[in-house]
C-alpha cells in the first residue's frame, strides 16, 4: 500500500510528465490558451492512460514476455502493438465522448483523436515497459503489478493536468503584457514553461 | 537527372532547414527535442534517426497513397512508422548500445513525434515519392540542425566539452572558471530553445524587410 502511494505521488510531482520528461508537449502548447479547454484535454489525457497503461502491462507481461502465454519473446513487437492499443482506445473514448457529451466534443474539436500520437501516452506505457525490471524493494519507481500500473498512469495524467491547466491561466494573464515582438507567441511560452520547470526542480529532492 | 534536382525539389529539400523550420517555425516535435540534448552525441543521433525515419515513411507513403482507404488511413501511416522505429532501435542497439541506452524511451517515443505525422498528412499523401522523400529528408535534417545547436551550447556551458572531449583548458577552472550545472538540467532546454526560436524569428523578419 505505501509503494502504490509513493508511485502515485511521485509520478504527479518528481516524475511529472512534461517538467521532467517533455512528453506530450505539441498539444501541451497548442491547447493551453484557455483554461476550461485545458482542464477537459487533462481529462481526456488522463482517462486515456489509466486504460491503456494496465492494458498495455497485461500484454507486456502476460503476451509478450517470454514467460507470457505463448511461450516466445515477441518484445521486438511492443511499439507496434502499444500503438495500436493506444490508437483503437482513443478511437473508443471519441465515441463514447460524442455519444454522451456533445459539448465536451465539440469544445475538444480536433484534439481528441490527436491524443493518439500525444507523445504522454506513448511514453507512459514505454517507461512502464522500463520498470517492469525494477526491483519494488530498493526502487520506488517499479512497477510490479497490474495495481502499481494503474497508479502510475493515474498519478502521471493528473501531473500533466496540473502542468496544462497552470499553464493555461499564465497564459492568459500574458495575453495583457507587453512581450518583444520576435519573442512573442511560442518563444515566451517556452520560457514560461522553463521558469515552471526550475520550480517543480524543487520536489526532485523529495524522498517518498 | 536534372529534372531530380529541378529548382522546385531543391526548394522543397532547403526551405525546411531554415525559413520553414520544423521545431521553430512550425512547431513540430518538441517533445522529443528537448529531453535528448543534454549532450551533443545523443543530439546527433536522435536527429539523424529522425532523418532517415522522416524520409523513409513519406517514401513509403508516398507510394502506397493510392491504396490507402481515406477512413483508415492513420493507422496504416502508424504502423508504417511504428516498423521503420523498430529497425532503427534495433540497429541502434547493436551498433550503439550506449547511446541508445542514453536515448531510453526517447527512440520509441519517435514513433508519436508529430513532425512525422504531420508531414505524412500535409505533403506525402499528395505528392510524388521523390519529391516526398527530399521533404521528409529535409524536415528530418531541419529538426536535427535545431537538436544540435541546443545540445551543443547545453555541453559546451554545462560540462566545458564537446562530443565528450574537454575543450574548455583547465587552466581556465585553475583562474576560477566553474562550469555551469545548471545547464545540464531539463529546464535549461526549454529556455534555451525559447531564446533559439526567438533569434531565428529576429533574424529572418530582418531579412524579410531588406
Avoid at chain 1, 497508479?151 to 496540473?162: K, P
Avoid at chain 1, 511560442?186 to 515552471?196: A, S, W
Avoid at chain 2, 512508422?81 to 531510453?104: E, N, R
Avoid at chain 2, 498528412?121 to 545547436?149: K, Q
Wanted: proline share 3%.
Amino acid at each position: 500500500m505505501e509503494h502504490f502511494l509513493s508511485l502515485f505521488v511521485r509520478s504527479i510531482f518528481v516524475d511529472n510528465m512534461i517538467f521532467a520528461f517533455f512528453l506530450g508537449m505539441c498539444s501541451y502548447l497548442a491547447v493551453s490558451k484557455n483554461v476550461k479547454t485545458a482542464f477537459g484535454l487533462g481529462i481526456a489525457v488522463t482517462f486515456v492512460l489509466v486504460v491503456t497503461v494496465p492494458v498495455d502491462y497485461l500484454l507486456q507481461t502476460k503476451v509478450l514476455a517470454e514467460d507470457g502465454i505463448l511461450g516466445i519473446d515477441l518484445t521486438y513487437l511492443s511499439f507496434i502493438l502499444f500503438i495500436a492499443v493506444i490508437a483503437g482506445i482513443t478511437q473508443l473514448v471519441e465515441m463514447v465522448v460524442e455519444r454522451f457529451s456533445p459539448s465536451l466534443y465539440a469544445a475538444l474539436g480536433i484534439f481528441l483523436p490527436l491524443i493518439a500520437v500525444n507523445c504522454a501516452i506513448m511514453g507512459a506505457s514505454l517507461f512502464m515497459q522500463q520498470r517492469i525490471s525494477m526491483d519494488p524493494a530498493t526502487s520506488t519507481q517499479a512497477i510490479s503489478n497490474v495495481w502499481d500500473s494503474i497508479a502510475y498512469a493515474l498519478g502521471s495524467g493528473i501531473g500533466w493536468m496540473l502542468a496544462i491547466v497552470s499553464l493555461a491561466a499564465i497564459r492568459e494573464k500574458m495575453a495583457y503584457t507587453n512581450v518583444p515582438k520576435p519573442l512573442q507567441g511560442l518563444g515566451i511560452t517556452f520560457i514560461t514553461v522553463g521558469l515552471m520547470a526550475m520550480a517543480f526542480m524543487c520536489f526532485s529532492g523529495l524522498s517518498i | 537527372m536534372s529534372k531530380l534536382f529541378s529548382k522546385e525539389n531543391r526548394a522543397v529539400f532547403s526551405a525546411p532547414l531554415n525559413l520553414d523550420n520544423p521545431i521553430a517555425v512550425q512547431v513540430l516535435g518538441i517533445c522529443s527535442a528537448l529531453a535528448v540534448t543534454s549532450q551533443m552525441q545523443p543530439a546527433i543521433v536522435m536527429g539523424l534517426s529522425v532523418a532517415v525515419i522522416t524520409a523513409f515513411s513519406n517514401l513509403i507513403i508516398s507510394l502506397i497513397r493510392k491504396t490507402i482507404p481515406n477512413r483508415i488511413r492513420i493507422i496504416v501511416q502508424l504502423v508504417v512508422v511504428a516498423a521503420l522505429v523498430t529497425i532503427v532501435s534495433m540497429v541502434l542497439k547493436a551498433f550503439a548500445y550506449d547511446v541508445s541506452v542514453q536515448l531510453s524511451v526517447y527512440v520509441g517515443l519517435i514513433i508519436t513525434n508529430c513532425i512525422l505525422m504531420g508531414r505524412l498528412e500535409a505533403f506525402a499523401m499528395m505528392n510524388g515519392p521523390w519529391e516526398s522523400f527530399l521533404d521528409g529528408l529535409g524536415n528530418g535534417l531541419g529538426y536535427a540542425l535545431v537538436l544540435v545547436v541546443v545540445g551543443t551550447v547545453r555541453e559546451l556551458l554545462g560540462n566545458g566539452s564537446l562530443l565528450g572531449f574537454q575543450v574548455i583548458p583547465q587552466s581556465f577552472y585553475d583562474m576560477g572558471y566553474m562550469n555551469n550545472g545548471m545547464m545540464t538540467m531539463p529546464a535549461m532546454a526549454l529556455i534555451l530553445l525559447g531564446c533559439v526560436i526567438w533569434v531565428h524569428r529576429a533574424y529572418n523578419e530582418k531579412k524579410e524587410k531588406k
